[in-house]
């Protein structure tokens, strides 16, 4: 890949655009700052411009800047968004998830149906004739294998706790595979779709058994494009899978994803026509890109929520009335309008628009959950043990983040509305790589988070807030809020898993081990020579339908 430089780039197209008026840009790397004050519209939805009766071309290349992290291309052990964006053009789960514009849905995909016999029992009938890039064939064996790998302790996936509760995994015949839970798993289709979790992701036994670890830098999958290169903080190369099973699918040749650590290099690198798009956009260059004749930009409201968590095991934030003083004491709409350059909605709790039913559109007009309300944070605050001033340990990490690099700038909105109840926290800054030590091991007081492209109540509050799980890095523990997400994991009814998840909501958020923030919209930009983009709220970048004018 040629160097470029993208950061010199982005310093004169904007001072060239910000010059009539507007703020100019401070330099790229202090941009983070400077620009989402301008003028704030509406994101854009779903579009493709195939189905508006445009010839689709076949070929091409196309060039996509990376401007999230990846850790590994092995789906069963990713913990990023960023990889999961590659991951799903190489791979194929199960299911998949699908959008019309209102709400999401889960498609057979490897499988051509599923069948759910009882509450307990699933029969997947494969595709036929679906083979690995390797030419290894998709079969029931593969799937099997695949499950079981995910679900076997030993192998320590991230993603095992989708199969916790699963007997086990039959071959019926050579296409047909039959999964066995011990319980009713209401979360099922959202384990399968290789969204955020890639357990029913089914990857290649030969490969891995070949390659080992290694096969997350060789990944081989079922995918409309197959891996071709993965050269360290430069590039990852994809060709087109001449034996995709989606009939005519991909239209694209070849995809050479560029890897960009720096957002406003990314953002430079678009407009100056280097890359077609981008895996995801910063907050504060939304509104420039949405002035541009030439991107198109896609995104909304997510499954997602970002959150202040406080440190229940030990330090000032065991007290719980604290806690509760700090959550009531935000003001979520500086947050929404300052943190997240107004591309973000206040979240009252951590259920978001997307995971209809669960939402509930009017809840800023009941009591429930966090809220701006300084007199009922100063009631609490007299309640605390410490009456004087308290200085909590606040990591911050450096960089950009799944949550839009929003850190530094969250920790220093914060300081003044709690500095109201006589709390100071002390900002202590790091690289990512020690940030996440630091919160994986509990050194801290508080810190602030989001969790990302989640569809359904389970994945949002289950693994993260129930006690001694491995995303609870807080420490919570309420056997009351156990009882009732694990009750709501196994219920079938829609309308009885709304109330359980409304109760355990309602436990969490009145024992404040987090202060709620805000569900944030989540951005791809591409020029307008890509056609054919399907926008999914989700945090994926699918190349399938993708072709360049």
Not at 484 to 495: I, P
């Amino acid at each position: 890949m040629s160097k470029i430089d993208h950061r010199s780039l982005l310093a004169a197209k904007l001072a060239t655009d910000f010059s009539q008026g507007r703020r100019a840009l401070l330099g790229a790397g202090a941009a983070a700052g400077a620009l989402g004050l301008a003028g704030i519209g509406s994101a854009s939805l779903v579009s493709d411009a195939h189905a508006q009766g445009q010839p689709v071309k076949r070929g091409g290349t196309i060039r996509l800047g990376w401007i999230d992290a990846l850790d590994t291309l092995d789906p069963h052990f990713t913990s990023s968004l960023g990889s999961i964006k590659v991951i799903n053009n190489v791979f194929n789960g199960l299911l998949k998830v699908t959008w019309d514009g209102k709400k999401v849905g889960f498609e057979p995909d490897l499988a051509e149906k599923w069948d759910a016999v009882s509450d307990r029992v699933h029969v997947f009938r494969l595709r036929k004739g679906v083979k690995f890039h390797n030419g290894d064939p998709l079969n029931a064996e593969a799937v099997k294998w695949s499950v079981e790998r995910v679900r076997d302790p030993a192998n320590k996936s991230q993603h095992a706790y989708h199969f916790e509760d699963l007997s086990s995994v039959d071959v019926v015949d050579e296409f047909t595979v039959r999964l066995t839970f011990s319980k009713p798993y209401a979360f099922l289709p959202v384990a399968l779709t290789g969204s955020t979790g890639r357990a029913g992701t089914i990857v290649c036994r030969s490969a891995i058994e070949k390659l080992g670890r290694d096969y997350g830098r060789n990944p081989v999958g079922t995918g409309p494009f197959k891996f071709v290169s993965w050269r360290e903080n430069d590039s990852i190369v994809l060709e087109r899978n001449p034996d995709y099973f989606e009939k005519g699918l991909p239209y694209l040749d070849r995809v050479e994803i560029r890897l960009i650590r720096e957002p406003s290099s990314g953002v430079a690198a678009l407009l100056a026509g280097q890359v077609d798009g981008l895996s995801l956009v910063p907050f504060q260059f939304v509104p420039e890109l949405r002035k541009s004749q030439n991107i198109a930009l896609y995104g909304q409201v997510e499954g997602n929520y970002s959150y202040v968590g406080m440190n229940n095991r030990k330090g000032p934030f065991m007290d719980a009335n604290l806690r509760r003083a700090v959550a009531y004491a935000i003001d979520r709409d500086v947050i929404v309008k300052q943190g997240y350059f107004g591309e973000a909605i206040p979240a009252f709790t951590p259920i978001s628009p997307p995971m209809t039913p669960f939402y509930d559109a009017n809840i800023a007009k009941t009591t429930r959950g966090h809220r701006l309300d300084l007199k009922k944070a100063m009631e609490f605050r007299k309640k605390a043990v410490d009456q004087g001033e308290v200085s909590p340990v606040y990591i911050v990490a450096e960089g950009f983040t799944g949550s839009g690099g929003s850190g530094t700038r969250i920790s220093q909105l914060l300081g003044p509305m709690l500095a109201k109840i006589g709390v100071k926290p002390k900002v202590e800054l790091s690289d990512r790589a020690a940030w996440l030590k630091r919160r994986n091991t509990g050194d801290f007081d508080m810190f602030d988070e989001a969790w990302i492209a989640d569809l359904d109540p389970h994945e949002t509050i289950t693994p993260e807030w129930s006690t001694g799980r491995q995303w609870n890095f807080v420490g919570y523990s309420n056997p009351e809020f156990d009882k009732l997400v694990a009750e709501a994991s196994d219920t079938l009814d829609t309308k009885r898993r709304i109330v359980l998840y409304n109760r355990a909501v309602d436990v969490l958020l009145e024992d404040a081990p987090l202060a709620m923030l805000a569900h944030m919209k989540v951005f791809k930009a591409f020029t307008k020579r890509v056609r054919g983009f399907q926008y999914i709220p989700v945090d994926l970048l699918n190349l399938h339908t993708v072709s360049l004018g």
